[in-house]
């Protein structure tokens, strides 16, 4: 998950034309999304990641943010947990 570097309110994915971009709600900052932000993003080894070291989700949820983004950010949480589920389900028949 990536934040607004003007205000720290989260950047929501959105569709600029033909383009892929990172759009802040708050004040309007757009980033756009290159193969190295897709990179940077939330992927499945990322989530593997934060389940050995234990931190990340709780380091996110301690970001001042709005009732909106509460709501995107349970789902986000929602969507981890059941990757994680995934990961340790396929895990456990190693
Ligand atoms: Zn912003």
């Known amino acids: 998950m990536r934040f607004c570097p003007r205000c720290k309110s989260m950047l929501i994915p959105a569709k600029k034309g033909n383009k892929q971009v990172l759009r802040c709600s708050r004040c309007?900052?757009?980033e756009e999304v290159t193969e190295q932000t897709r990179?940077?993003?939330v992927t499945r080894r990322e989530i593997?990641?934060?389940k050995h070291t234990g931190v990340a989700i709780s380091?996110?949820?301690e970001h001042t943010i709005t009732s909106e983004e509460?709501?995107?950010l349970e789902d986000y949480h929602?969507?981890?947990l059941e990757?994680?589920?995934e990961t340790e389900r396929?895990?456990?028949e190693d």
């Open 28 to 30: 309007g900052y757009e």
């Open 39 to 41: 990179s940077g993003y």
């Open 83 to 85: 990757n994680l589920y």
């Open 70 to 72: 509460r709501e995107l």
């Open 59 to 61: 380091r996110e949820a």
């Open 78 to 80: 929602k969507q981890l």
């Open 48 to 50: 593997a990641e934060e």
């Open 90 to 92: 396929e895990s456990e």
